[in-house]
């Protein structure tokens, strides 16, 4: 018996349909205990803010959110006995506040990006909230380094991975697993996925906020950029068009960023088997370089492509992506 519901952060490994001569597996992270990937940094933010002193009982916690992290806080929040306040961009779905709401969250909507919320945040943090600033907290790709990487280890069943193919928000995540990974497989890739219209880190400026939880239209600091060997983009409505596949013919529920990065997986993992380039993009930030010893693949037949199912598409529901 579990002592409490923050216990039982974790989610299955699962193969999806694949391409011939490859398989291509997601972590199926909706299966936390507050629905995403996000649960698992909001908790050891907590965990460690209340280490260091810098969160006591009687606190009120603030976060800059599109979503999912404020879920996974407003979990934890109401866990632990802290009241929350998320902000948030009008635009992000209406799932989300109601989720946030049923935690028991303040929550604040703004106009504009996710630049905006945080601009709030930090106003709300000057009269006394905590905030714990998920993308630039080393406790977010901590948490993903020593609880999703370590779930993936112990799941592949002794097979090697060619590659990591996930989105990138506040890269946490991606910076997280890649790393755990890396040491243990020296040889896979790490590729982030990006937002066509969000592209920053293939050095285009940002146009739009289509996606919820993906491209927040800045290179955050918790993005490990060293990791990574290139970049792929996806456009909005082929992800969606591939959430609808996922729920239709595999049976899994999943958002935009999950179809997106299911897309570029299948892609790299098509490539991989037919020992072609993959043709990931150089990565725009000052100071990135390709690795040396980079190649097609690392694990001979059957290649094996990793990616990341961050949520559930019960959130996007009013968004119309099941329309």
């Known amino acids: 018996m579990d002592d409490s519901v923050l216990d039982t952060v974790g989610s299955p490994l699962i193969r999806v349909d694949s391409p011939p001569g490859a398989t291509v597996a997601a972590k199926l992270e909706s299966r936390n205990p507050g629905g995403s990937a996000k649960d698992r940094p909001a908790l050891r933010m907590v965990e460690r803010a209340e280490a260091e002193g810098t969160l006591e009982p009687g606190d009120t916690l603030v976060e800059p959110t599109s979503g999912n992290t404020g879920i996974g806080i407003a979990m934890v929040g109401a866990a632990k006995g802290y009241d929350v306040t998320v902000v948030m961009p009008v635009s992000k779905s209406e799932e989300r506040r109601r989720i946030m709401a049923a935690y028991g969250a303040d929550l604040e909507l703004v106009d504009g990006g996710i630049d905006a919320a945080k601009e709030r945040a930090d106003e709300l943090e000057a009269e006394g909230m905590v905030q714990l600033r998920q993308f630039e907290n080393g406790a977010n790709p901590e948490a993903h380094y020593e609880t999703t990487g370590v779930e993936v280890l112990d799941q592949l069943d002794g ?27 020296p ?60 729920a239709r013919e595999e049976g899994i529920l999943v958002g935009q960023s999950s179809g997106g990065s299911n897309l570029r997986a299948r892609d790299v993992a098509e490539a991989f088997a037919a020992g072609e380039d993959p043709g990931y993009r150089d990565v725009a ?13 690392v694990a001979g037949d059957d290649p094996l492509v990793l990616t990341v199912f961050w949520d559930s598409g019960e959130r996007y529901m009013s968004a119309g992506l099941y329309d």
Do not use: H, K, Y
Request: aromatic share 4%; with cysteine.
């Open 187 to 246: 040889g896979m890739d790490v590729v982030a996925v990006e937002p066509e219209d969000s592209a920053v880190l293939s050095g285009r400026e940002p146009e739009t906020d289509s996606f919820q939880g993906m491209g927040p239209g800045f290179v955050s600091p918790n993005l490990d950029t060293d990791l990574l060997d290139g970049v792929l983009t996806v456009g909005l409505d082929e992800a969606e068009v591939e959430c609808r596949r996922l």
């Open 159 to 185: 097979r090697e991975p060619d590659a990591l193919v996930a989105g990138v928000g506040t890269g946490g995540t991606i910076s997280g697993i890649g790393r755990r990974l890396r040491e243990e497989f």
């Open 285 to 297: 930030v000052d100071g990135w370089e390709p690795r040396s010893d980079d190649g097609v693949g």
